[in-house]
């Protein structure tokens, strides 16, 4: 069965402070994405890891990529009230289009 | 450039009907996705439309269907509406290419009563 798996599902920090969150998929793909949605608000793109060893890194988030181990991480730095959201990770399962099987997303809570 | 729009942004229908749901991608783009996000399963893909041809399709029963238009506009409908069926619906746009990242417009938020 393709899975795509997030932890934690949720995660209270401090301002300031760093955290981790994993995407673990079950299936051999190439492609990973890690979307942001504010509450009642769509998603946005955030990154798009196309090989082993990728690492994309945008302000304060930093997401890589390790094909071998099906994983992915986003590390959050110095964490600030604005990346306060849900994020999800998404994995192409398709050779040429876009399937996209998606993680249950991570809310993140950071408290001032 | 004016981004991806969706209509109606809520709905409300009761169980038995049957809804259409617009989606108008960012200009020049070809693909559009659609896809289900609920509470309980998450966000799941629909399926994926590019030049007015369905590329690909997710798992779900023959009643939820689409189509795209030769504008790249693109309509989504669900028949005979179940109560499960009440979710936000997503649809995404890109310009095509498997590697082009997908915008997502504001959702319609469907209700069936």
Sequence with gaps: ELKVEQNPLFLS?????????????????????????????????????????????????????DTKARLSTLHITAAVHDLSATYFCAVDISSSNYQLIWGAGTKLIIKP | KAGVTQTPRYLIKTRGQQVTLSCSPISGHRS????????????QFLFEYFSETQRNKGNFPGRFSGRQFSNSRSEMNVSTLELGDSALYLCASSMGGALDTQYFGPGTRLTVL
């Design chain 2, 32 to 43: 559009v996705s659609w896809y289900q996000q609920t509470p309980g399963q998450g966000l």
């Design chain 1, 13 to 65: 920090m401090q301002e300031g402070k760093n955290y981790t969150i994993y995407c673990n998929y079950s299936t051999t793909s190439d492609r990973l994405y890690w979307y942001r949605q504010d509450p009642g608000k769509s998603l946005e793109s955030l990154f798009v890891l196309l090989s082993n060893g990728a690492v994309k890194q945008e302000g304060r988030l930093m997401a890589s990529l």
